[in-house]
């Protein structure tokens, strides 16, 4: 499964059965509840109907995983989570599963061209994904590393010896920055905030 169903291309049997199965599952699941959002609202309001958020949805390798997921998941009379590009859960930066809302799924699968996300809201987001999808792959890594005997059977290499220090030291700088500008992303979002109570307050 290399891609998606294509934006334009017919669905098969098959496929239309899975569309199916997870618009049922995605219908009925709390706190999913995927249906058609109301009309004459602001414009950034989507008023696609299940169908075609579906459709969307389908058109991605991420997608069909995901379409596979909401079955499964379903099936068992599970909570729908949200998976990415591999198929595995994407975890929320307090280490629980991210579930499936209608909102969510609205905003992954737009039916916009990835090509075309490149200024707004959107695009930004869809960079949030990969920051955080970075980080907890990060983590991950930092988890296998720790798990690496000296050899067979042996003790825990970098428990035993350490890290090389100034390979450390590059990378601890390399992350101190990034902790400064995310900081720096937090503090000007609360000052927003704070001004506009401000404002709502007079």
């Known amino acids: 499964m290399d891609s998606g169903f294509g934006d334009n291309?017919?669905?098969?049997?098959?496929?239309?059965?899975l569309a199916v199965k997870a618009a049922y599952h995605m219908s009925i699941a709390?706190?999913?509840?995927l249906q058609r959002e109301v009309f004459g609202g602001s414009g950034d309001e989507d008023d696609r109907s299940p169908a075609a958020v579906l459709r969307a949805m389908l058109s991605r390798r991420r997608g069909v995983l995901q379409a596979y997921e909401v079955v499964r998941a379903g099936r068992l009379g599970q909570k729908l989570y949200e998976v990415d590009d591999d198929g595995a859960l994407v975890i929320t930066a307090d280490g629980k599963p991210r579930e499936l809302t209608d909102a969510l799924v609205r905003h992954t699968y737009n039916g916009e061209a990835l090509a075309r996300m490149t200024t707004g809201y959107k695009a930004a987001s869809q960079c949030w994904a990969g920051v955080c999808a970075s980080a907890e792959n990060l983590k991950k890594s930092l988890a296998s590393m720790q798990t690496v005997p000296d050899q067979e059977g042996g003790a825990n290499l970098v428990d035993r010896d350490g890290w090389d220090s100034e390979e450390v030291s590059s990378l601890r700088?390399?992350?101190?920055?990034?902790?400064?500008?995310?900081?720096?992303?937090?503090?000007?979002y609360e000052e927003l905030n704070e001004?506009?109570?401000?404002?709502?307050?007079t």
Not at 9 to 17: N, V
């Open 9 to 17: 291309g017919r669905l098969s049997i098959a496929q239309t059965e």
């Open 30 to 33: 709390e706190p999913m509840g």
């Open 173 to 188: 700088r390399k992350l101190d920055r990034i902790d400064r500008t995310l900081a720096d992303w937090a503090d000007r």
């Open 195 to 201: 001004a506009q109570e401000s404002e709502e307050e």
